[in-house]
């Protein structure tokens, strides 16, 4: 990084002469050099270090800062982008900088939001216009605005819940009747490219490489679609395998950092009790631990780490969202009416939130920095879950995919059987 100098160039002309001035035509580098002030403590002007280099004294051995450490010093980009299902608004939360911004929507109620850094666009899931609504330019607001949608889709949500995002391809999860929606971003137009059903509840989702992760709503499970944008082509999707989450009484928030190999799930407990009963679960080494996991089997409690209790103020978590370079858990709580960060997880229990900012009707939550965008990481590799089904009708054997697709079927001798068998190999 290079530290730009202002440099003032004060040009006089009267009678033509500089002779007749107060201040001298020659006092140029003299007006440079008092641009660094080299005992004030922070590196400005020309300068290479905190004061010195440049016009101060040179700099000791190891003083100068490099890029690196001089961006730490001016101040990370770390924000938080929240939906509201109260008036459809969205709250931009600087963390690093402590200041927040609203952006009013002309939607009544949000949910599932995404920040592309790229093309600097927001994009949320309206659940009051039932469309995607993307707005542009958002990096340039600085204070409360007033925003209209600069494109949308097609009006064909039914209740979206959670949006997770893979390079063009975004995937609403819509639990209206339990479907995900797919759309395909080109430039500023959205297309919906496929509606698929789902055996089950849905709520979050989260992309890890090629595969979608998504809880299963009303459960503690998670489940996972293997390479789901080649397979999610018909009008129904199994998932290739849903294990269930010790200790997670409902979940409905995920989030999957691929630097980190974490995931981390809400747990909303009790749906009656929306205030003092939820919490979050860490799973770390995730893709070894849950790769190792059968179909229906459980992941054990003492492999997670678990946050809950009184002093963490959550009772309704319904999304949260992982920053990789602090290891900090972010959580929109909708019962209490919050925006909360955690730090220092450790092993877990009745922390206090590090991060605690009033949001009445906070919905999904969305992490966004340079060195956390799209930090999908890599999809499971030699996974293949297989279905065996016979016919009580011929004997006949179908065999089909994690997905649900038929591969083949098999001619058996066998006029009846009863055998239900599936394989991941």
């Not at 450790?346 to 930090?375: C, H, M």
């Amino acid at each position: 990084m290079k530290v730009k100098s202002i440099k003032l160039i004060l040009t006089y002309s009267i009678l033509s002469t500089c002779t007749a001035i107060i201040f001298s035509c020659a006092n140029d580098d003299t007006l440079i050099e008092n641009a660094a002030t080299c005992t004030d403590g922070i590196m400005n002007g020309t300068e290479t270090g905190i004061d010195c280099g440049g016009s101060c004294t040179p700099c000791e051995e190891g003083m100068e800062m490099e890029e690196e450490e001089m961006e730490m010093e001016l101040g990370r980009r770390a924000e938080l982008y929240v939906t509201n299902n109260a008036n459809g608004d969205i709250t931009k939360y600087s963390i690093t900088g402590d200041s927040l911004i609203t952006l009013r929507t002309s939607s009544e109620a949000a949910e599932g939001i995404y920040y592309d850094k790229n093309d600097d666009v927001i994009i949320q899931a309206s659940r009051s216009a039932l469309q995607l609504e993307a707005y542009n330019g958002v990096s340039m607001l600085t204070e409360d605005t007033d925003v209209s949608a600069d494109f949308v889709s097609t009006a064909d949500l039914e209740s979206p819940r959670e949006l997770a995002v893979s390079g063009s391809t975004y995937v609403v999860a819509d639990n209206g009747s339990n479907k995900f929606f797919i759309y395909s971003k080109d430039g500023d137009s959205f297309t919906l490219t496929t509606t698929v059903q789902v055996s089950f509840p849905v709520w979050g989702i989260a992309f890890k490489g090629k595969d979608l992760y998504a809880v299963v709503d009303t459960t503690g499970d998670l489940a996972v679609f293997y390479d789901f944008e080649a397979n999610a082509n018909d009008d129904f999707v199994y998932p290739s395998k849903r294990v269930t989450i010790e200790g997670i009484v409902r979940t409905h928030g995920l989030a999957y950092s691929g630097s980190d190999d974490v995931m981390v799930m809400t747990d909303i407990g009790d749906a009656m009790d929306a205030n003092t009963d939820g919490g979050f679960h860490v799973i770390s080494d995730f893709s070894t631990k849950f790769d190792a996991l059968s179909d229906g089997d459980v992941l054990p409690v003492t492999e997670q780490v678990r946050v809950a209790g009184p002093s963490t103020l959550m009772g309704n978590p319904i999304d949260v969202a992982y920053d990789s370079e602090t290891d900090a858990v972010y959580i929109s709580e909708v019962g209490n009416g919050k925006v909360l960060g955690f730090t220092d997880i450790g092993s877990g229990g009745d922390l206090t939130p590090s991060y605690n900012q009033d949001l009445e009707a906070a919905s999904s939550i969305y992490f966004s920095s340079d060195e956390t965008d799209d930090d999908t990481g890599n999809e499971t590799t030699g996974q293949q879950t297989i279905l065996y089904a016979t016919s009580t009708a011929n004997g006949n054997i179908s065999v089909y995919d994690g997905m649900g697709a038929l591969l083949k079927t098999i001619t058996s001798a066998s006029r009846i059987t009863f055998k239900l068998t599936t394989n991941t190999a």
